[in-house]
């Protein structure tokens, strides 16, 4: 019998927490849930170095510890959005405030090159302003994240990973997008 192979994808996933759990520090939180998180489902094949960053917005709680991982999987996005959403809930991610202070965040940056659940709707919620995006959340995953590109504390550690990564809406290199940003924003995210 020849055992069918699954299709794999490219995943970025955005990692970050700014609250202690049972693990103890953010930091420590973070370190247990990567080296958790790979598995015969999912492959780690990169991670960024951790970064201490301003949470946002601006003095909405302590600094976080971010980063970003590459995983290779056969899951669909659907599928590896509820396997993190059941890592933030074992480590007590409660999903009080849209923006706030929390355990542990799990966001999916990307699947490949592709755009889901479509360009009209990804286009949506980029487009969306920001004192709307603080109160509505889509009900469905939007891929690539409508906001990466505007963000230093994904940019820094996703370019740690995937430089080279072309964001297939709007064309630019991970390298580009982060060069846009301003220096003062792009200073704000440090080492660990």
Known sequence: MVKIRAKTRIFHVAFGGNVETSQGSPQKTIETVLSSLGSDEVRITGQSLLYDTPAFPKGSGPNFVNGVVEVVTALSA?????RLHAVETEFGRKRISRWGARTLDLDILTCGQEILPNPDIWQYWHDLPAERQQVEAPDTLILPHPRLHQRAFVLVPFSDVATDWRHPVLGQSV??????LPENVKNEVKPL
């Open 175 to 180: 390298n580009e997008m982060l060069k846009a």
């Open 78 to 82: 659907q599928e590896l959005l509820k």
